[in-house]
T-cell receptor
């Protein structure tokens, strides 16, 4: 099993450009999450999904959109990138809400 | 406001030492607490998950304890090795919210 995978691993954008980050999991988990990690701030939840076709806002959702069209995939979109969105983005999945979360390797995004 | 704090931010110890990493949290009404390891440039690896009804969990050289009443958890690493060098994060779950600490960066030198 690959676990949780993320595409791409690195990306550089110019301000105003758009992009989509892909997260895939092969553990048949219901819950999926997108976090961002910034120095000195810990991981913060952007959006999450409790099942196929559902999405919900987390702590820092502004400037991001998500979609969960298939159970195994969770997409994070930036419609108009800003330098404040420079960060490392992590996807995670879990079978339930209060159980162990499994993380992907991360995507390092730089917005110039 | 629910917060998670990890002190110290960094720790450097010689190989073989037993060490304790600390995690403190406000609001004792937690569901569970999870300890993670993060290597530089990598994702998070789950180490131990303690449910609110448990006092401790063990995995190999790792032992995590939980004291809800005092809002504290400790991660004990026995006989530390250079391969234990990483950042250790704790994450606390309250109802539908999971909050991460900023981590303790551990270096174990030979």
């Amino acid at each position: 099993n690959a676990g949780v995978t993320q595409t791409p691993k690195f990306r550089v954008l110019k301000t105003g450009q758009s992009m989509t980050l892909l997260c895939a999991q092969d553990m048949n988990h219901e819950y999926m999450y997108w976090y961002r990690q910034d120095p000195g701030m810990g991981l913060r939840l952007i959006h999450y999904s409790v099942g196929e076709g559902t999405t919900a806002k987390g702590e820092v959702p502004d400037g991001y959109n998500v979609s969960r069209l298939k159970k195994q995939n969770f997409l994070l979109g930036l419609e108009s990138a800003a330098p404040s969105q420079t960060s490392v983005y992590f996807c995670a999945s879990s079978q339930g809400l209060a159980v162990e979360q499994f993380f992907g390797p991360g995507t390092r995004l730089t917005v110039l | 406001k629910q917060e998670v704090t990890q002190i110290p931010a960094a720790l450097s110890v010689p190989e073989g030492e037993n060490l304790v990493l600390n995690c403190s949290f406000t609001d004792s009404a937690i569901y569970n607490l999870q300890w993670f390891r993060q290597d530089p440039g990598k994702g998070l690896t789950s180490l131990l998950l303690i449910q609110s009804s448990q006092r401790e969990q063990t995995s190999g050289r790792l032992n995590a304890s939980l004291d809800k009443s005092s809002g504290r958890s400790t991660l004990y690493i026995a006989a530390s090795q250079p391969g234990d060098s990483a950042t250790y994060l704790c994450a606390v779950r309250w109802t539908d919210k999971l909050i991460f600490g900023t981590g303790t960066r551990l270096q174990v030198f030979p």
